[in-house]
């Protein structure tokens, strides 16, 4: 089974600096994706990066980027120069990778980050 | 580029109606799920259809039904609406290995 941990209910940071939401994940799978979707008070869910388990290097989109360290199941979304339109909940999710059919998302908690002006 | 089309976008019920949710993707995506949000949680998957004519229960599939009707459409039913199914309901597509993508919402009150 897999497990999803975000140990972060909720964080303030100041406008323009850089945030990292933690995220750590249980598995015994070898290829699995991770992913970040970002809920705004409007409640759409928006899917913001992923990194696949065997792709070496780190997935950067835009002002987020996705620090993967596979040894120690962590996958940290580090969003840069924060901007008031951050301020949104933020949830981690993994699924397994397969050659065939589709496997379903597991989801963590969330983050509620909140950018302060 | 619509996406995923979810309908309706809010609705009130009374304990005991029944409702379809409907829910539509353009992206040819092989796979759909329905999940419920339930306040400050994350999202729970009810069911979910890994390919047109295929459907499977996913954590809390109680009280609900599903139909994938083509590769584009999956709704999901509730017979007799209970309180305890208040909630905010998203519908999602995907290919193999690859993101998720969800529909706005639907907001379901009961009664």
């Known amino acids: 089974a897999q497990k999803i941990t975000q140990t972060q209910p909720g964080m303030f940071v100041q406008e323009k600096e850089a945030v990292t939401l933690d995220c750590t994940y249980d598995t015994s799978d070898q290829s699995y994706g991770l992913f970040w979707y970002k809920q705004p008070s409007s409640g759409e869910m928006i899917f913001l990066i992923y990194?696949?388990?065997?792709?070496?290097q780190n997935a950067t989109e835009g002002r987020y980027s996705l620090n993967f360290q596979k040894a120690r199941k962590s996958a940290n979304l580090v969003i840069s120069a924060s901007q008031l339109g951050d301020s949104a909940m933020y949830f981690c999710?993994?699924?397994?990778?397969?050659?065939?059919?589709?496997?379903?998302?597991?989801f963590g908690t969330g983050t509620r980050l909140t950018i302060i002006p | 580029n619509a996406g995923v089309t979810q309908t309706p976008k809010f609705q009130v019920l009374k304990t005991g109606q029944s409702m379809t949710l409907q829910c539509a993707q353009d992206m040819n995506h092989n796979s759909m799920y329905w999940y419920r949000q339930d306040p400050g949680m994350g999202l729970r998957l009810i069911y979910y259809s890994a390919s047109e004519g295929t459907t499977d229960k996913g954590e809390v599939p109680n009280g609900y039904n599903v139909s994938r009707l083509n590769k584009r459409e999956f709704s999901l039913r509730l017979e007799s609406a209970a309180p305890s199914q208040t909630s905010v309901y998203f519908c999602a597509s995907d290919r193999s290995n690859q993101p998720q993508h969800f529909g706005d919402g639907t907001r379901l009150s009961i009664l």
């Open positions: 999710a993994m699924k397994k990778w397969t050659n065939f059919g589709n496997e379903k998302l597991t």
């Open positions: 990194q696949g388990s065997y792709d070496e």
